[in-house]
């Protein structure tokens, strides 16, 4: 009688062969069996499909990637082939998000992503492009010229959400801050030698005879 040949993508180790069962996979195929009606046991095999690989000459069903891995293509051979896809990175085997203020644009096996330039985040986790950089961080705005870039609040203004905002907002009363890129308007406050009085919308200078040593917010 003539030999029967394993089914495509298994193959035989050795001559000899004797039964069905001993058809081994080829890289890149999982062995499957199916028993029949009649208790029949039929080996099949599959083309490991995207997220899963088998290196071969084994009976083992493809093996998934680990966590938040996945592959390129059909048919992967190796774990090498697993990758954490556009919005993620590798670590120690397992697929992350890439965090705020981070993306990444395809498929990798970076340990980190790619930073947003100075000053500008992301809406969330798991950017998967340049572009999603656009809101300005706090104490930041965007240059209105010039969207991929972030500018530091000038001095006595401030900037306290995480928004495409392309200004900083003025300190009430004239007051001023310490530095540049405040966060907020609690940082708005009378410099040494100058005060806000009741009933007043401005800092004026201490009048003579008095003084004030400190940057705060005392009458």
Known sequence: NLGFDCPVGL?????????????????????????????????SSILCPVGTYNVGTNTAACQSCGPGLTTATNGSTSSGACLAPAGSMLDRGVGKLCKRGTFSTDLNNNATCEDCPLGITTAGEGSSSASACSLAQMGYYINPDNAEQALECPSDTYQDQEASITSCTPCPNGWKTQATAATGAPLCVAPPGYELLPDSNSITPCPVGAYKADWNRNP
């Open 11 to 43: 193959l035989t180790t050795f001559s000899g062969a004797k039964s069905q069962a001993q058809c081994f996979t080829t890289p890149g195929y999982g062995r499957m069996s199916n028993r029949g009606s009649n208790g029949k046991i039929t080996i």
